[in-house]
């Protein structure tokens, strides 16, 4: 049986259902499942809440299950005293909540690189997502010798000219220090009329977070859906993970709804759950 009709299989008797049981009632049955096939964890891109309060937005992870976050600076700003990034970290850590990378971070100067990396570590992380200017990769391999931290360089899709895809971030890094790699985001791959599987293939070596998602098009005005519903192959996304022994988070970034998107994170994350139990 392919993982598709597996998927659906388990569907049908309620995995969907996992991560979301406070907003849906489905029965859960039994699934034998070997955990050891997915080396990688499930996490929330902090764009995801850009609406909400760190409270509402610790309210709505521990609603869906998921305890792993990338922080988005509307949350902790850029220009943060230790004090006040000791006090929004606290908040998470006391919900259970992993903060495990920061950004995505735009880096337009020399002065909002070294930002960035100060920021990181007093928020104490090791990996930046980030988006710096062509022009300042030079320094920010710099700035990763001195630190030792990963820079995860965020792909955009066509709407934006600064690394469209996995294919320019690779052409401008793959000579610098492997540190600096990619955090693919899958919506904006398709988007941008690429297989995001190809392109975590042809680029593992150097992937180090994941924006997960689906999308009604491979096309610049296609629009984030809820996970399961779009076009994006989830399955062989997840698959391709496995193959390459992907260690990371899968952040999932919800960009529907985005004032009230607790219904279609929770369907987001019971299907990508409900996937990933998938032999």
């Not at 990688?40 to 409270?55: L, N, P, Q, S």
Request: hydrophobic share 40%; glycine share 8%.
């Amino acid at each position: 049986m392919n993982s598709r009709r597996k998927f659906l299989k388990l569907a049908g008797t309620g995995v969907l259902a996992a991560g979301a049981s406070s907003l849906y009632a489905f029965p859960r049955m039994p699934v034998a499942v070997d955990k050891a096939v997915n080396t990688f964890t499930i996490g929330m891109a902090g764009y995801t809440f850009r609406e909400f309060t760190v409270e509402k937005t610790i309210e709505m992870m521990k609603k869906i299950g998921v305890t792993n976050l990338s922080l988005k600076d509307f949350h902790m700003p850029m220009n943060s005293t230790q004090d006040k990034i000791n006090a929004v970290l606290e908040k998470f850590k006391s919900a259970g909540i992993n903060v495990y990378t920061v950004g995505v971070v735009y880096m337009k100067t020399k002065e909002s690189v070294d930002q960035a990396f100060e920021y990181a570590k007093m928020a104490g992380v090791k990996m930046i997502v980030g988006a710096p200017d062509y022009e300042l990769l030079q320094y920010v391999e710099k700035k990763i010798k001195t630190y030792d931290f990963k820079m995860a360089i965020h792909n955009h899709g066509p709407d934006n000219p600064l690394y469209p895809n996995a294919t320019d971030i690779w052409n401008h890094i793959k000579a610098l220090d492997p540190r600096i790699g990619i955090c693919i985001d899958i919506g904006h791959t398709t988007r941008d009329g690429e297989d995001p599987t190809v392109d975590i293939l042809k680029y593992k070596s150097r992937i180090y977070d994941i924006h997960i998602k689906d999308v009604d098009k491979a096309a610049k005005e296609g629009k984030t859906v809820e996970m399961g519903r779009g076009i994006i192959d989830i399955p062989k996304v997840v698959d391709t993970l496995r193959k390459i022994k992907y260690s990371g988070s899968c952040s999932l970034e919800f960009e529907k709804d985005m004032k009230d998107p607790l219904a279609g994170i929770a369907e987001s994350i019971g299907y990508l759950k409900g996937v990933m139990a998938c032999k």
